[in-house]
């Protein structure tokens, strides 16, 4: 594993343990050039899954790109990074478990969306906003309306 600080090859693991509910080993890690120490997640990898976006592109499934959106999303909201781990993992498992070798973002949206409506509406309605691009704020109301988030007296 090269160190992400000074790029050297020569790095030692220093303590492995599991991680995301045993879907995933955790190791700490440390260089041997520059005494850097840095973390690594070891995971399953079902199969290479290709991602076809809506203008047709493809590209390589990405968990960083959801755990990016996931996170943004839910900044400054209540949830743990341990939790917003656990929803990415089943996403994950869910994408890769579906047995196709590709899959649309649309799909993979529907699927995030899915997940934070479950754990934060905040976070969701934010998601939303971006994925089902909102373009003023009459949009946010009829999502909210349409999706039984408001609070019941």
Known sequence: MRCPFCAA???AVKDS????EHSAVRRRRSCNKCGGRF???ERVQ?????VVKRD???GFFDREKIVKSVTLALRKRPVSDELIDQMVSGIVRQVESGGEAEIS???IGELVMEALKAVDPVGYVRYAS???DFGDPGDFA???????LKDEP
């Open 46 to 50: 079902l199969r290479d899954i290709t």
């Open 130 to 132: 971006v994925y089902k």
């Open 9 to 11: 090859e020569d790095t």
């Open 56 to 58: 047709g592109k493809r």
């Open 17 to 20: 343990r599991p991680a995301e």
């Open 105 to 107: 973002s649309g799909q």
């Open 142 to 148: 009829r999502f909210i309306e349409q999706n039984a």
């Open 39 to 41: 973390t690594t997640f």
